[in-house]
């Protein structure tokens, strides 16, 4: 079965990095596209973006041009994203999420358990 | 960006009642490259309807979408107490963006 394993918990300060990691497990890991949103406490969901980790393409959410940076490691079936120049309101749950097959648009179908990560100072 | 706006915020109703959420894009979203999503509680979101009118797999048929364009509706045709939730639509066909969600609660 499809399974999404993500890291644990991270608190930051502001201005800090967190890379937050995704293990897939159950499906051919380069096949598919991986996705990444946040949700803020009590609030909706935000589109991050999106890897190819077949070819290691992304493709960002405008917002978040310039901040984040979508990684993979075909090796061991793991997709990172790492936000750099962390601010308070980056504050939320962050979740990896499978998409469809690779060059193929469509929507996602399976989520990470998420992962908080907390800026504070 | 395509930006997605959905109504009502809330929605109050009784089990058995039947929901009726909109989800309106600033744009129109190409090939009707849209999806609802639910979510509850302390739960990553499950997707519900995909394609604006495709169930995924294991949707109860009381859920159904429709629309095209710009303007998409999820409709829930008989309230099941484990149908209280918040729903979300997605557009997946220029990068993609989520709507703000339509909270679903008891009346």
């Known amino acids: 079965q499809v399974q999404l394993v993500q890291s644990g918990a991270e608190v930051k300060k502001p201005g800090a990095s967190v890379k937050v990691s995704c293990k897939a497990s159950?499906?051919?890991?380069?096949?598919?596209?991986m996705h990444w949103v946040r949700q803020a406490p009590g609030q909706g969901l935000e589109w991050m973006g999106r890897?190819?980790?077949?070819?290691?393409?992304?493709n960002y959410a405008q917002k978040f041009q310039g901040r984040v940076t979508m990684t993979r490691d075909t090796s061991i079936s793991t997709a990172y994203m790492e936000l750099s120049r962390l601010r308070s309101d980056d504050t939320a749950v962050y979740y990896c999420?499978?998409?469809?097959?690779?060059?193929?648009?469509?929507?996602?179908?399976?989520w990470g358990q998420g992962t908080l990560v907390t800026v504070s100072s | 960006e395509i930006v997605l706006t959905q109504s009502p915020g809330t929605l109050s109703l009784s089990p058995g009642e039947r929901a009726t959420l909109s989800c309106r894009a600033s744009?129109?979203?190409?090939?009707?490259?849209l999806a609802w999503y639910q979510q509850k509680p302390g739960q990553a979101p499950r997707l519900l309807i995909y394609?604006?009118?495709s169930r995924a797999t294991g949707i109860p048929d009381r859920f159904s979408g429709s629309g095209s364009g710009t303007d998409f509706t999820l409709t829930i045709s008989r309230l099941e107490p484990e149908d209280f939730a918040v729903y979300y639509c997605?557009?997946?066909?220029?990068?993609?963006?989520f709507g703000q969600g339509t909270k679903v609660e008891i009346k």
């Open positions: 744009q129109s979203v190409s090939s009707s490259y």
């Open positions: 999420a499978r998409g469809t097959a690779v060059f193929h648009l469509g929507p996602i179908d399976y």
């Open positions: 159950g499906y051919t890991f380069t096949g598919y596209y």
């Open positions: 997605q557009q997946y066909g220029s990068s993609a963006t």
């Open positions: 890897i190819n980790p077949n070819s290691g393409g992304t």
């Open positions: 394609g604006a009118s």
